[in-house]
C-alpha cells in the first residue's frame, strides 16, 4: 500500500494528480476498517487543501536589464559609483526593497564585473551572450527564465533616480487587478519600468529592441502610472553622469505622484 502512495506522489506533479492520489489513498486506507477510513478522510482533505496552495502561488518578477555594452559612455557606465556605491547596484537595491517575489538580472558586457557589484544581493541572473545584437535579446534571455512567474516588470539598471517606492507602484497596481500591462509616463514620455502580465511574454521574446510595439498594440489593456518628468534620466552619456551625480547630491528629484 505504501509503495502505490510514494509512486503516486513520485509521478504526479500537478493539482489535479495530487487530487487523484488522495482519492486514491482514500480507497486504500478505507479496506482497513472504520478507522483507516477516518485518517484517509482527513489525509485527502489536507492533500487538497495543501495542493490550492501551493498551486495558487502568484509569482510577480523584477527584471532589470543590465546587458549593454555602454558604447556612449565609453566604459562600464553600471559600475560608475552613484551616492557610494555601483549605479548598478543601486537600482537593483532599490527594486528588491519594493516587495517582488523574485528579481532576476539580465548581464551580458563584463557579466563577471556587473555580477561581483551585487555580491550579497538576493537575486537570481540570466546571461545573454547576444547583448550586442539589441534590447530583444536581454527580453529573450529574461523571458527563458520567467517560467513559474505570473507577471515582471522590466527595469532599466541605468535609472538611479528611480527609488523602491517608485519600483512598488508598479506592483501594487497590477496586484490589485491581475492582469494586462502597468506602463509608466514621465509627462509625455512613456519609459521604462513597464510590468507585464504573462500574457505578454511570447510578444516580449519577439522583440528587437525596446518594448514599445508591445506597448502600442496593446494600449486598451495598459495602465498607466503618472511620474515626476524628473525621474525620466537614463545614464547614458558622461554628461548624463554628471547630471544624475549633481541630482543625488542635491536630492533635486520627486517621487511618483
Known amino acids: 500500500m505504501l509503495l502505490q502512495v510514494r509512486e503516486c506522489f513520485v509521478e504526479g506533479m500537478g493539482p489535479d494528480v495530487v487530487e487523484g492520489c488522495g482519492d486514491h489513498l482514500t480507497d486504500l486506507l478505507s479496506r482497513g476498517g472504520r478507522a483507516w477510513s477516518a485518517a484517509a478522510g482527513l489525509v485527502t482533505r489536507y492533500l487538497k487543501e495543501s495542493s490550492f496552495y501551493i498551486y495558487n502561488v502568484t509569482v510577480i518578477s523584477a527584471v532589470v536589464l543590465a546587458a549593454g555594452a555602454s558604447t556612449r559612455m565609453g566604459r562600464q557606465k553600471l559600475l560608475l559609483p552613484i551616492a557610494g556605491e555601483p549605479l548598478v547596484r543601486r537600482t537593483v537595491r532599490e527594486v528588491l526593497d519594493a516587495g517582488f517575489d523574485d528579481v532576476l538580472v539580465v548581464v551580458g558586457h563584463e557579466h563577471e564585473e556587473v555580477l561581483g557589484a551585487l555580491d550579497g544581493l538576493a ?31 522590466f527595469a532599466l539598471a541605468d535609472q538611479p533616480l528611480l527609488t523602491a517606492r ?92
Open 166 to 257: 517608485d519600483y512598488r507602484q508598479l506592483l501594487d497596481t497590477y496586484s490589485a487587478r491581475p492582469r494586462g500591462i502597468v506602463s509608466v509616463r514621465y509627462g509625455e514620455v512613456t519609459a521604462p519600468p513597464h510590468l507585464f502580465d504573462r500574457a505578454y511574454f511570447t510578444a516580449l521574446a519577439r522583440l528587437e529592441h525596446g518594448a514599445r510595439p508591445v506597448l502600442q498594440r496593446h494600449a486598451d489593456n495598459t495602465t498607466i502610472l503618472r511620474f515626476d518628468p524628473e525621474l525620466l534620466l537614463d545614464v547614458d552619456t558622461p554628461e548624463d553622469y554628471e547630471r544624475a551625480q549633481m541630482k543625488m547630491a542635491g536630492g533635486s528629484w520627486h517621487h511618483a505622484s
Open 123 to 153: 537575486i537570481r541572473h540570466a546571461p545573454n551572450p547576444d547583448y550586442q545584437t539589441g534590447m530583444g535579446s536581454s527580453f529573450r534571455a529574461a523571458i527563458g527564465a520567467l517560467s513559474d512567474s505570473a507577471a515582471a516588470m
